[in-house]
C-alpha cells in the first residue's frame, strides 16, 4: 500500500513564497513520475508541476517561472512556489504514477491527502 503525505501549507502574503513536501512510503516498486496538483474551490484539480523519473519537469503556463519540482534520492518530492499570487490559492495534492511489484502490468497514481495553500494579504 502506497502512502503519500503532504506538508508546508499555510497563509502567505501576495509575492511570498512556500515549500511543499510529499514523502511517499509503503510497497514502490519502481516510478514513473512525480506530481503536484491543485484544486480551487468549485473548480477542477489541475497539474501544476511533474517530474519524470527520468528528470525531466513540465509546468503549465501560469506557474512557469515562479514554480519548482524536485526530489531527493529517498521517496520524497518538493515544490518550491514563488512569487505566489492571490489565484495559486488552492488544495494542493501530491500525486505519484508508480508500480507496487514486478507484476504490476500498469502504473497507478497515487494521492496525498491535500495541503492549503492561501495567498492573500
Known amino acids: 500500500q502506497v502512502q503519500l503525505v503532504e506538508s508546508g501549507g499555510g497563509l502567505v502574503q501576495p509575492g511570498g513564497s512556500l515549500k511543499l513536501s510529499c514523502a511517499a512510503s509503503?510497497?514502490?516498486?519502481?516510478?514513473?513520475?512525480m506530481g503536484w496538483y491543485r484544486q480551487a474551490p468549485g473548480k477542477q484539480r489541475k497539474l501544476v508541476a511533474r517530474?519524470?523519473?527520468?528528470?525531466?519537469a513540465s509546468y503549465p503556463d501560469s506557474v512557469k517561472g515562479r514554480f519548482t519540482i524536485s526530489r531527493d534520492n529517498a521517496r520524497n518530492t518538493y515544490l518550491q512556489m514563488n512569487s505566489l499570487k492571490p489565484e495559486d490559492t488552492a488544495v494542493y495534492y501530491c500525486?505519484?504514477?508508480?508500480?507496487?511489484?514486478?507484476?504490476?502490468?500498469?502504473?497507478?497514481?497515487?494521492w496525498g491527502q491535500g495541503t492549503q495553500v492561501t495567498v492573500s494579504s
Open positions: 509503503g510497497n514502490i516498486f519502481s516510478i514513473n513520475a
Open positions: 500525486n505519484l504514477e508508480a508500480k507496487e511489484t514486478a507484476r504490476s502490468t500498469a502504473f497507478r497514481n497515487y
Open positions: 517530474l519524470s523519473y527520468s528528470g525531466s
